[in-house]
């Protein structure tokens, strides 16, 4: 199983970026479909962008269209998550994990994510 630890969050203003980093132990990493994750205030976690293993194809959640962009680097064992244009509804925790070819996550597990804080 792959073990996966977020980085790259913090405090910026909004209409400011952001880039998440998600670092992979196992040598696995490359047969993984991969997603990023967020759970904000109050609310549910929700998905917010995932790529395929090859990094072909890509989904993102209709709140984070057109502003994140999500890639990976099978050779350095690292997926990322471009955040471009934050909002403060954007503030979250965020995870990355394994997820199925329907954008699910694959497994009941999370690491300690990244908190991305948003001000207005």
């Known amino acids: 199983q792959v073990q996966l630890v977020e980085s790259g969050g913090g405090l910026v203003q909004a209409g400011g970026s952001l ?5 992979a132990s196992g040598r696995t990493f490359t047969s993984y479909f991969l997603g990023w994750f967020r759970q904000g205030p109050g609310k549910e976690r929700e998905f917010v962008a995932g790529i395929s293993a090859s990094g072909g194809s890509m989904s993102y ?40 070819t329907h954008w699910q996550a694959r497994y009941d597990y999370w690491g300690q994510g990244t908190q991305v804080t948003v001000s207005s």
């Open 61 to 100: 959640a209709d709140s984070v269209k057109g502003r994140f962009t999500i890639s990976r680097d099978n050779a350095k064992n690292t997926v990322y998550l471009q955040m471009n244009s934050l909002k403060p509804e954007d503030t979250a925790v965020y995870y990355c994990a394994p997820v199925t």
């Open 19 to 23: 880039r998440l980093s998600c670092a």
